[in-house]
């Protein structure tokens, strides 16, 4: 249109209208046509130098009959039979890899753990497991893929049989404003309940049934730490914490719950108050009527259970010197055995070397088992099963793919919890030592997921501490 009224304008004022150039070809299209032609000559010449090549190329040259030379066939003696030799057992043939299955690795890291949604015939899954470890999948560290992999078919396999059981989140509690460092559970009259403690200095207890439930809160909060608490420990109807401060305090569980108390009545609660270390508390354990506590000033006490329940500060009846990170006590020898960065000592219950070392490294957690003379050792990368007759060790495995945090042995015997930051719980046959379950919870705070689990005293729940904040209950 613009163009339009220029040319009237210019044909008004008497001079020539604007004429639109005609648009020619483009440089493209000459560069195609070019292009085109040049293949064609190429596919010319290409079929006449084939065409000569196979003109020029000699055939085969084929002798007549009268020029075959008939070779003589040498008549040699037949050879003796070999004598036979003697019978070897076989070694089976290798068997061929699994094809690797094109899963996200997000969902082949699930396989590989959980193993299928719906397992299939105990046969099935035995044939299964046996090709994972033909192939070399197998190796000294449970925590690898290939190893996780057959854990998880002999998981299955168990899962099919009667005694099989699958783990699962019940319950998630929300109550602390910072983290848990730690869980323990007390057998009440009606039902069961958990105490945890925490880094914002209150210590809560939760009544837990067996249906899940989300939106729990605690029947009772004790405060009275100035302090973030570490541990928490329950004898009898008593709760024992200790702080980073080194102070430990008593709480009596036969009052009435009185949930989130001021701040003023936590002395309805506190039994007693014991200033026991010059700095934090590791762990809390108790031996016959006497309690343990470990501590980062370099010390490991033993205290009257009497003396700690009234309200005075009384002696250590030992103290033990050195560098200490836990303590666990075995049911079976009525020994106390401590922790440190080199291994594990034996001591009396009054406080006296045993002469019983195991060197595995820095110690994190101890359980002892309660119906076998069995210590498992954690340390940051690996398990340790110990025998506490001789002090050797029977097995060791990888428990996670990060560092372990805790471990429990369960009141039957017949399986070894683990927690590890890398936000997954473990359940562990004792009587082979797989992987029978795998439950992740948590969320990372940090480079830390879970402080502490801690095995419900008929066995049916599990509790785990997360640095998240939250109490995990799994059913």
């Known amino acids: 249109?613009?163009?339009?009224?220029?040319?009237?304008?210019?044909?008004?004022?008497?001079?020539?209208?604007?004429?639109?150039?005609?648009?020619?070809?483009?440089?493209?299209?000459?560069?195609?046509?070019?292009?085109?032609?040049?293949?064609?000559?190429?596919?010319?010449?290409?079929?006449?130098?084939?065409?000569?090549?196979?003109?020029?190329?000699?055939?085969?040259?084929?002798?007549?009959?009268?020029?075959?030379?008939?070779?003589?066939?040498?008549?040699?003696?037949?050879?003796?039979?070999?004598?036979?030799?003697?019978?070897?057992?076989?070694?089976?043939?290798?068997?061929?890899?699994?094809?690797?299955?094109?899963?996200?690795?997000?969902?082949?890291?699930?396989?590989?753990?959980?193993?299928?949604?719906?397992?299939?015939?105990?046969?099935?899954?035995?044939?299964?497991?046996?090709?994972?470890?033909?192939?070399?999948?197998?190796?000294?560290?449970?925590?690898?893929?290939?190893?996780?992999?057959?854990?998880?078919?002999?998981?299955?396999?168990?899962?099919?049989?009667?005694?099989?059981?699958?783990?699962?989140?019940?319950?998630?509690?929300?109550?602390?404003?910072?983290?848990?460092?730690?869980?323990?559970?007390?057998?009440?009259?009606?039902?069961?309940?958990?105490?945890?403690?925490?880094?914002?200095?209150?210590?809560?207890?939760?009544?837990?049934?067996?249906?899940?439930?989300?939106?729990?809160?605690?029947?009772?909060?004790?405060?009275?730490?100035t302090a973030g608490i570490v541990t928490v420990a329950v004898v009898g109807r008593s709760v024992y914490s200790a702080d980073i401060k080194g102070v430990v305090r008593v709480w009596d569980l036969t009052m009435p719950p009185t949930p989130y108390p001021p701040r003023a009545d936590h002395s309805a609660r506190a039994v007693a108050e014991l200033y026991a270390h010059d700095d934090a508390i590791w762990s809390i354990c108790s031996t016959l009527d006497r309690i343990v506590t470990v501590s980062a000033d370099g010390t490991a006490k033993i205290w009257g259970m009497a003396d700690l329940e009234v309200p005075a500060q009384p002696a250590p009846l030992a103290v033990i010197h050195g560098r200490f990170t836990v303590a666990a006590v075995s049911s079976m020898t009525d020994q106390l055995y401590i922790g440190s960065p080199t291994g594990v000592t034996a001591y009396s219950a009054y406080g006296e070397p045993t002469g019983l070392e195991i060197n595995v490294g820095h110690v994190v957690s101890l359980a002892a088992h309660p119906l076998r003379p069995v210590l498992a050792i954690g340390t940051e990368e690996r398990v340790f099963i110990a025998d506490l007759n001789t002090g050797e060790v029977t097995k060791d495995f990888r428990p996670h793919e990060?560092?372990?945090?805790?471990?429990?042995?369960?009141?039957?015997?017949?399986?070894?919890?683990?927690?590890?930051?890398?936000?997954?719980?473990?359940?562990?046959?004792?009587?082979?030592?797989?992987?029978?379950?795998?439950?992740?919870?948590?969320r990372k705070n940090w480079d830390d997921a879970i402080h502490c689990v801690a095995i419900s005293p008929d066995d049916g729940l599990v509790a785990t501490a997360g640095a998240d904040g939250q109490v995990v209950v799994l059913h």
């Open 1 to 225: 249109m613009l163009e339009a009224g220029l040319s009237a304008e210019r044909e008004k004022q008497g001079q020539a209208p604007v004429k639109r150039p005609v648009k020619a070809k483009t440089d493209a299209m000459d560069a195609m046509q070019g292009i085109l032609q040049r293949m064609n000559r190429s596919r010319t010449a290409l079929r006449r130098y084939l065409s000569e090549v196979e003109a020029s190329a000699p055939g085969p040259t084929v002798r007549p009959p009268s020029e075959l030379i008939e070779l003589p066939i040498p008549q040699t003696a037949p050879a003796p039979a070999p004598a036979p030799e003697p019978e070897r057992e076989r070694e089976p043939a290798p068997a061929e890899p699994t094809p690797e299955m094109s899963l996200p690795p997000s969902m082949a890291r699930r396989m590989a753990r959980f193993g299928p949604a719906h397992p299939s015939s105990p046969a099935t899954a035995k044939t299964r497991a046996q090709e994972v470890v033909a192939a070399g999948a197998m190796d000294k560290d449970i925590g690898s893929l290939g190893s996780v992999a057959v854990a998880a078919i002999r998981a299955s396999e168990r899962q099919a049989s009667s005694e099989g059981r699958t783990w699962s989140v019940g319950h998630i509690l929300r109550s602390h404003m910072r983290d848990v460092m730690s869980v323990a559970w007390v057998e009440a009259s009606k039902g069961t309940l958990l105490v945890s403690g925490g880094l914002d200095a209150t210590v809560k207890v939760w009544a837990i049934s067996s249906r899940s439930q989300n939106d729990l809160e605690p029947v009772a909060t004790f405060r009275g730490h």
């Open 402 to 442: 990060g560092r372990l945090a805790s471990l429990r042995f369960s009141s039957n015997g017949m399986f070894l919890t683990t927690a590890g930051h890398s936000q997954s719980i473990r359940m562990w046959s004792c009587e082979d030592w797989s992987c029978a379950s795998d439950v992740s919870a948590h």
